[in-house]
């Protein structure tokens, strides 16, 4: 398949055939520009919430041959990422404003506290 690609491609090299194509658009600058990690937790928490509704699609056409059993599995599945979304939230996952970092500055009180405490018995 590579000879034959090879014999039947084209010969000449052209400006126009190293350059890539974007929908008959010139591209003009650099593509490499930096994207914010909340698209990414964006794109992240829609393949996992659209899952859920894959399973429950599924579930939804099965519904009557599963019975009590499948319903009360569907009903503990819905809590779980119910759970998942409430916690998602609380953490601020969902928040697209500025960030408090609580943790960092909680950790920088302690390094802190730690220095004064080692200064207090380095001069002892």
């Known amino acids: 398949m590579l000879v034959v690609s090879w014999l039947l491609g084209q010969r000449r090299r052209e400006d126009a055939t190293n350059d890539p194509f974007e929908s008959g658009i010139v591209s003009v600058g650099s593509s490499q520009v930096r994207i914010s990690v909340e698209f990414y937790l964006v794109a992240i928490f829609f393949v996992i919430f659209d899952l859920e509704a894959v399973f429950i699609f599924a579930w939804a056409v099965a519904f009557f041959e599963l019975g009590w059993k499948g319903y009360i599995s569907m009903l503990i599945f819905i809590g779980v990422l119910g759970l998942a979304l409430i916690y998602t939230w609380r ?10 970092r609580v943790g960092l500055d909680r950790a920088k009180k302690e390094n802190d506290k730690m220095r004064k405490q080692n200064i207090e018995m380095e001069s002892k």
């Open 91 to 100: 953490i601020g996952g969902l928040d697209w404003g500025k960030k408090v």
